[in-house]
T-cell receptor, first 115, second 109 residues
Framework: DTGVSQNPRHKITKRGQNVTFRCDPI?????LYWYRQTLGQGPEFLTY????????KSRLLSDRFSAERPKGSFSTLEIQRTEQGDSAMYLC?????????????FGQGTRLTVV | QKEVEQDPGPLSVPEGAIVSLNCTYS??????FMWYRQYSRKGPELLMY????GNKEDGRFTAQVDKSSKYISLFIRDSQPSDSATYLC?????????FGKGITLSVRP
């Protein structure tokens, strides 16, 4: 399968624990996005990378959140000291971002539940 | 004012109806426009993508962009129960992808 892959699909964690999610983009897509989505809302921007460079972070992304994309391939999103308000679907998308080809493709998401 | 506003829902139509979904935007930098379909507890699936004003057709779906009015639409012809989902508009310029809130469509058999 050549689509965007996210792992794990589901994560249940206790408040205060750290969690890490992984995203494998479509091969050769140079742009990678992270979004968060809660019930009844559209995806909310967290951050994005162009190759390995993190170009923008949302002001909503507190210091407890960090994302990396080493070597411009897969990406990880880490949440430290999780809070119940972090419970959401975390979505990753990738885009070729070449000329007019800017369309973004999403993975199936990682559903986080903080108890 | 939010950068992207999407008509509120939910929307319920009978099978076979023509559905019109709409979004407006305020940021003139937006140049690329997408429509996604999202089923419950799944990731958004790209339906339509366009970067110019005018219409783009793909089967029963037509995406329309009017950059002068900052208005985009998605039309679904001959709607089917399998079209029941949440539809999200999204757009970007050179940076992040910005989404509307989404509208939930239900097509009644």
């Amino acid at each position: 399968d050549t689509g965007v892959s996210q792992n794990p699909r589901h994560k249940i964690t206790k408040r205060g624990q750290n969690v890490t999610f992984r995203c494998d983009p479509i091969s050769e897509h140079n742009r990678l996005y992270w979004y968060r989505q809660t019930l009844g809302q559209g995806p909310e921007f967290l951050t994005y990378f162009q190759n390995e460079a993190q170009l923008e972070k949302s002001r909503l992304l507190s210091d407890r959140f960090s994302a990396e994309r080493p070597k411009g391939s897969f990406s990880t999103l880490e949440i430290q000291r999780t809070e119940q308000g972090d419970s959401a679907m975390y979505l990753c998308a990738s885009s070729p971002w070449q000329g007019a080809r800017t369309e973004a493709f999403f993975g199936q998401g990682t559903r986080l539940t903080v108890v | 004012q939010k950068e992207v506003e999407q008509d509120p829902g939910p929307l319920s139509v009978p099978e076979g109806a023509i559905v019109s979904l709409n979004c407006t935007y305020s940021n003139s930098a937006f140049q690329y426009f997408m429509w996604y379909r999202q089923y419950s507890r799944k990731g958004p699936e790209l339906l339509m993508y366009t970067y110019s004003s005018g219409n783009k057709e793909d089967g029963r779906f037509t995406a329309q962009v009017d950059k002068s009015s900052k208005y985009i639409s998605l039309f679904i012809r001959d709607s089917q129960p399998s079209d029941s989902a949440t539809y999200l508009c999204a757009m970007n310029g050179i940076g992040k992808l910005t989404f509307g809130k989404g509208i939930t469509l239900s097509v009644r058999p």
